[in-house]
């Protein structure tokens, strides 16, 4: 047998790992420097690391307790209902709830181009289909309300990242409000805000008591130091929050990811030490990369080096993985994460001498 025609799906395509890359260079792990998921530098805050250490007592037990805290604290975090916020696992797991809860076969969603994969592969999984829009280079990614009006059509749910991944522009409150009152009533503006603790812009979840067509998805994998334990939620209005029970998957997050998203929500310090280094990060590679790069309010920036295939590889073999932006659709730039002092310069030194030596034989 086989499974269902998958022909028209796609695979994610991760950063590469630095146990992975080390093998395949006969490096030391240690001496790679891993600048290609957006993952947090400074790791997690010690305290969600000694709640998990606290959970590894419970892991026998299906988390519940853990589950209702972690609702209740960003429901009063948001300054939301219970109802109003699905915790999934990652910002990802809410995506598929937010396809369940909203995809009848075939319907159509919108994402923006370049732009990540997983809205679209989410779709496809439930059934849906795929309709592009835009963001230009030539604007420099501008995200405005009429470049997603201009290829709208109905669509049942609408993507918008902000900040974007991978060009790390944002999407200004007023375009958001703008987009809103131009989509239909039944169509869902998604905005996803997994970088949004490193930007200097509301969170569109302050438009959630006006909008009943509008979700916010936030994350715990970047500025919270958590990817490795996959927990994330969307913020959702409260007149259909009660789907939730009915699309999630049963105890959609572990016992220690819950506990160390609890944990990790009372260290303010923690992410406020994470967000002031990427922005630290960010300038640097600004001021000190010789090649064009883009303005950005996430942990990491999209430079444009002519071909990010042949700079992403030979910045790896002198070890230092970054992201090569051809899986985004974006063939001419990579996207470097913000890492420690030490780890962003060492990896703009890199890749400046990469760039002399691609230049000089190109
Ligand atoms: C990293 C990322 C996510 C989700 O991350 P999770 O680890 O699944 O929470 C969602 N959207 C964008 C744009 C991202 O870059």
């Given at each position: ?10 695979e ?60 209740a604290?960003?429901a009063?975090?948001?300054?939301l ?33 370049p ?33 997603v ?40 503006v ?24 509008l ?7 970047k ?20 789907a ?7 105890f ?17 310090e ?11 990060a ?63 310069r ?17």
């Amino acid at each position: 047998m086989q499974p269902r025609d998958l022909s028209a799906h796609t695979e994610y395509v991760p950063g590469r790992g630095i146990e992975e890359v080390a093998r395949d260079l006969g490096l030391d792990p240690a001496d790679l420097v891993k600048l290609s998921s957006n993952e947090n530098p400074h790791g997690a805050s010690p305290a969600a690391i000694d709640a998990v250490r606290g959970a590894a007592e419970d892991i026998s037990v299906y988390p519940k307790a853990a589950h209702t805290d972690l609702t209740a604290r960003l429901a009063e975090k948001w300054d939301l209902g219970t109802e109003q916020v699905w915790v999934g696992p990652g910002a990802d797991g809410a995506i598929d709830y937010l396809s369940r809860a909203m995809l009848d076969p075939e319907d159509p969603v919108l994402v923006p181009e370049p732009g990540f994969s997983y809205y679209g592969m989410s779709a496809r999984y439930h059934h849906g289909d795929v309709h592009a829009y835009e963001l230009s280079k030539a604007d420099g990614f501008a995200m405005t309300a009429d470049a997603v009006l201009d290829a709208y059509d109905g669509e049942r749910i609408v993507f918008v990242t902000s900040p974007h991944n991978p060009t790390g522009a944002t999407m200004a409150h007023e375009e958001i409000e703008a987009l809103l009152s131009g989509v239909d009533d039944d169509s869902l503006v998604v905005v996803d805000e997994a970088y949004g603790e490193f930007a200097d812009v509301d969170s569109a979840a302050g438009l959630l008591d006006s909008s009943d067509n509008l979700a916010v998805l936030r994350t715990f994998s970047k500025a919270y130091g958590l990817a490795g334990l996959r927990i994330g939620y969307a913020l959702v209005p409260s007149a259909w929050g009660d789907a939730y029970a009915k699309v999630s998957t049963p105890f959609a997050a572990s016992e220690a990811a819950l506990r160390a998203a609890l944990a990790a929500l009372d260290d303010d310090e923690h992410v406020e030490k994470s967000v002031s280094s990427a922005e630290w990060a960010r300038e640097h590679i600004h001021e000190h990369l010789d090649a064009p790069t883009f303005a950005s309010e996430a942990n990491f920036v999209l430079c444009e080096v002519g071909d990010g295939s042949a700079v992403a590889e030979a910045a790896q073999g002198e070890g230092v993985i970054i992201r090569d932006c051809t899986s985004f659709g974006l063939p001419g730039c990579v996207r470097i994460s913000c890492g420690t002092e030490a780890e962003t310069r060492r990896a703009v030194e890199t890749l400046n001498e990469v760039l002399a030596e691609l230049g000089a034989t190109a």
